[in-house]
């Protein structure tokens, strides 16, 4: 069989406000460390040749432009609060340039939300510039995008069930608190493993940093990084300095490979 090869970029790892807080001056958000500026969380995955990004969030236009992203071969949303899909009409561009509508993917209340947000793409007849949007119900089941294998971990965010994806050898659980045991069974063999870690004080619906290393233990990936911080983290460089060799923040523009 051939080797399968992952390209990963990160194209925010902040939370739902983003680092720099408007208006906030605390040492995080006055760094002028170019990795304590994160956008909104999400990554943009290249799977032999496929590209898939998973959420699509207020930052999203401007993350595409800075990190020179051009194609998309469809959106998995991993659930549906604004900070994961206020950017998905920013792929108007891309749909406009292939002419073919943009699939996307969720459990069903994530479609139905984005039904509602975007209810002008879902018209009979909709405008001629809203985006063509092509939504696919998935669940706890495996499926395939244009061949490329797609296994949703099922995580939970506070009190809402949401989905993590794992493709090849890398998993991304973002915006979570607890990941049930079957779910961590779906986890062997990572190469890479993209965790969610808000902060140090305990949070109804995030890790704390603190949680988010046992878990990664737990779990037992060959490199572990941390995403969807909050500016109570800390520096990028006091926290980085702090962590196991294995175990890393994310930074917004980093970019790695994975089997
Ligand atoms: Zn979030
Ligand atoms: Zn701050």
Redesign the pocket.
């Known amino acids: 069989m051939s080797k399968k090869t992952g390209r990963l970029h990160f194209l925010g790892t902040g ?2 406000q983003g680092i720099p807080v408007v208006g906030c001056k605390c040492d995080t958000c006055s760094s002028y460390d170019p990795k304590d500026k994160r956008f ?2 999400s990554v943009h995955v290249v799977y032999n040749g496929i590209h898939l990004q998973i959420d699509a ?1 207020p930052d999203f236009r401007t993350q595409l432009l800075r990190y020179d992203i051009a194609h998309i071969d469809a959106v998995l949303f991993t ?1 549906e ?1 604004q ?2 899909i206020a950017g998905l009409d920013d792929v108007r561009p891309i749909i406009f340039k292939t002419g073919l509508a943009m699939p996307i993917y969720a459990q069903e209340r994530v479609i139905n939300r984005i039904r509602k947000v975007y209810d002008y793409a879902f018209e009979e007849q909709p405008y001629p510039g809203a985006p063509r949007i092509v939504a696919h119900q998935i669940n706890k089941k495996p499926f395939s995008i244009q061949g490329v294998e797609v296994l949703p971990i099922p995580i939970v965010h506070g009190q809402l069930p949401i989905l993590g994806y794992r493709i090849g050898g890398m998993a991304y659980l ?2 979570t608190n607890l990941i049930p045991d079957e779910s961590i069974a779906l986890l062997k063999d990572l190469d890479v493993l993209i965790l969610d870690a808000l902060h140090h004080r305990e949070h109804f619906s995030h890790f704390t940093l603190e949680q988010a290393l046992l878990q990664a233990k737990k779990i037992g990936a060959k490199q572990t990084y941390f995403i ?1 911080m909050s500016h109570h983290m800390g520096t990028h460089e006091t926290v980085e300095k702090q962590l196991p060799k294995e175990m890393n923040l994310a930074y917004d523009g980093l970019e790695i490979k994975f089997s």
Do not use: E, I, P
């Open positions: 939370t739902s909104r969380s969030g659930h609060h900070d994961h973002t915006d969807h």
